[in-house]
């Protein structure tokens, strides 16, 4: 039976001159698929009351080289299950690289309002084996501002 887990970012500083960005990354343990099944981001700094720009986000999936992100313990939704087997990283402002990156989805985010992504059962995206599965940030940002966000991740045995 598949266990959930969520790997939660708080309060990362992206920075306007920081370019694109893996908010979260993901790789899966050998012989462990694991399935990308919720999204939720939000930001937390002070906002412009006239701020109105979108944050591109996109899904990914194949790249092999991890980028430099912050290692990131995934927390089991049932308390009692066991530790995740795959890894995680959240906010690498450079992003995971070589092999062939293939965009899965694409999502506008106003700043002001946020989002929350819930994937239907045989929409979510899967990966295995020695290809990342990243929830990007496609383009830098306007305007210095902190993000936290969510993430939910199945894991199959």
């Known amino acids: 039976m ?10 990362a500083a ?3 001159a920081g370019g694109d960005a893996d908010m979260w990354e993901l790789d899966a343990a050998a012989d462990k698929p694991i399935e990308l099944v919720g999204i939720k981001i939000a930001i937390t700094s002070e906002v ?3 701020q109105e720009e979108w944050l591109r986000f996109i899904v990914v999936r194949g790249n092999t080289t ?4 912050t290692t990131a313990t995934p927390a089991p939704v049932s308390p009692i299950d066991t530790a995740a087997g795959f890894a995680a990283k959240t906010y ?5 690289s070589a092999g062939t990156a293939v965009t899965l989805d694409t999502f506008p985010v106003q700043v ?3 989002d929350q992504i819930i994937y239907p059962d045989g929409c979510s995206f899967w990966t ?3 290809l990342l599965l990243c929830v990007r940030l496609a383009a830098a940002v306007v305007d210095d501002l ?3 966000g969510n993430i939910w991740v199945r894991e199959y045995p």
């Not at 598949?2 to 309060?11: E, I």
């Not at 991890?66 to 992100?69: P, Q, Y």
């Not at 690498?92 to 995971?96: I, R, S, W």
Request: charged share 10%; hydrophobic share 25%.
């Open 112 to 114: 002001r309002a946020g």
């Open 48 to 50: 412009q009351e006239g």
């Open 128 to 130: 295995s084996g020695t």
């Open 146 to 148: 902190s993000l936290s």
């Open 92 to 96: 690498g402002t450079t992003p995971a």
């Open 66 to 69: 991890t980028g430099n992100g």
């Open 14 to 16: 992206v920075t306007l």
């Open 2 to 11: 598949p266990r959930m887990y969520t790997v939660p970012l708080d309060n």
